[in-house]
């Protein structure tokens, strides 16, 4: 009983001392849609496939949802941390921003206005009577998508041989997170290889450059090479991912003309033609005619 009473005791005393972060703390507006409603039950998915909501839980029985926050840089957040009505006394959030929050009741909402950092830890945490203090991280994902992706060769501009081997290079600027980031390139709609980036660690806007090797054919003459740099931001990121497009690059192969040797046997003189297809200087075909006298 005096332990319980000098534990009533102490929340009180913190209480006071934190009257200011207390007066913002009001009863929680309603949720928007992706943020699961306060409760001790979860929802399970749904036997029509329907989305089921993700929620973290932890051996304390701290829940937050969603278990991962997506948010590009610049726009508002919101998640929701929630307790069982019983075993604990205070429940809050801390490493954010203008400090920490608290309230008495069994969830609180966090709402950010605007996401101006790169590198985030929110953390839910609870105090319990019995048990102790626990706590749960929410994973958070700030993005930008790419302003600019262009393509081109590696050292080589003009046309290009057949068989011979050049260097595609795609370079995507001002991206965030890279570690999140796909790059695939297309000759035509054909694509020709996909690219992550090893930066896995990096959360603030960088460029990165990624090459593909290709061999060019006669039948891609007049063709066309692109990239596509898209965020894989995983299920509960946006439904529709950030997508940039490079510029087209026309495809100008040569070849060397091959002409079928062939004997002939003639009892008079007579005059042959002999045609030679090969491409022309500005990407076209054309045919030469030669003239033989026998």
């Known amino acids: 009983m005096c332990a319980a009473g000098w534990m009533l005791a102490l929340v009180l005393i913190c209480l ?18 992706h943020i ?20 973290a839980t932890v051996d304390c029985n701290l829940k937050i949802s ?42 609180l909402v966090l709402s950010v206005d605007n996401i101006t950092e790169w590198s985030i830890n929110p953390i839910c945490f609870a105090t319990s009577d019995l048990r102790g203090p626990c706590n749960i991280s929410l994973p958070l994902i700030v993005y930008k998508p790419p302003e600019r992706v262009s393509i081109q060769f590696s050292n080589h501009t003009g046309p290009m041989f057949e068989n011979h081997n050049y260097t595609l290079q795609c370079t995507v600027q001002n991206v965030a997170p890279v570690g999140k980031l796909v790059v695939t390139f297309y000759r035509g709609q ?28 006669r039948e891609d003459n007049g063709s066309q090479y692109w990239c596509e740099a898209k ?22 192969v040569l070849w060397n003309p091959e002409v079928q040797p062939t004997k002939l046997h003639m009892k008079e003189e007579k005059c042959l033609e002999c045609e030679v297809e090969t491409t022309q200087p500005l990407g076209g075909r054309g045919r030469f005619q030669t003239r033989i006298l026998y």
């Open 16 to 33: 006071i001392g934190s009257a200011t972060s207390l007066a913002l703390i009001t009863p929680a507006p309603p949720l928007p849609s």
């Open 190 to 217: 054909t694509p020709l290889g996909r690219f992550r980036s090893s930066r896995i660690a990096e959360k603030t806007p960088v460029n990165e450059t990624f090459t593909l090797i290709v061999t060019p054919h």
């Open 66 to 107: 969603p278990s991962v926050l997506v948010v590009r840089f610049g726009d508002p957040a919101k998640a929701n941390c929630s307790k069982p009505s019983t075993g604990f006394l205070l429940l809050g959030w801390e490493n954010i921003k203008g400090g920490s929050l608290y309230t008495m009741e069994n969830f």
């Open 231 to 252: 965020l894989e931001l995983g299920p509960t990121g946006p439904q529709h991912p950030p997508v940039e497009m490079s510029q087209n690059l026309p495809v100008m």
């Open 36 to 55: 699961s409603p306060p409760s001790t039950n979860l929802l399970p998915p749904t036997s029509s496939g329907g989305h089921a909501e993700l929620v």
